[in-house]
């Protein structure tokens, strides 16, 4: 079984959060936390505020069924690029620059390693 979780619009550049986001794709959902944790990146934060949310949408979505929280894995972990702000500073001359405030979308699944039907 399968479960998803998504942050959108979070406000901070993919690039950044896509390296925090590839230390714990494929890990054990407690060794991913556990790392999140003691990751000292500010990407850090909302990846494993995702992490849990999905953790918490496999538990709920299979509540006759009791799932060992051990065996959870993510499955697939994943950071889009989403709409950016833009926002203009002056510059030399008279000209005005673009600076883009990047935004990002982060997903991640959860999976407990038995095949969906």
Same mark, same amino acid.
């Given at each position: 079984m399968k479960a998803t979780a998504k942050a959108r619009h979070v406000r901070m550049s993919p690039r950044k959060a896509r390296q925090v986001i590839d230390l714990v794709r494929g890990k054990n959902v407690e060794e991913a936390i556990n790392i999140l944790h003691f990751t000292n990146k500010k990407a850090a934060g909302p990846i494993e505020k995702t992490v849990r949310s999905a953790v918490a949408n496999i538990l709920h979505k299979d509540d006759e069924n009791e799932i060992d929280t051990d065996q959870l894995f993510i499955a697939e972990a994943r950071v889009d690029g989403g709409p950016m702000m833009r926002r203009f500073r002056p510059a030399s001359?008279? $000209?005005?620059?673009? +600076?883009?405030? $990047?935004?990002?979308? +982060?997903?991640?699944t959860v999976a407990d390693g038995e095949e969906d039907e």
């Open positions: 001359m008279g $000209r005005a620059m673009r +600076i883009r405030k $990047r935004t990002c979308h +982060i997903t991640v």
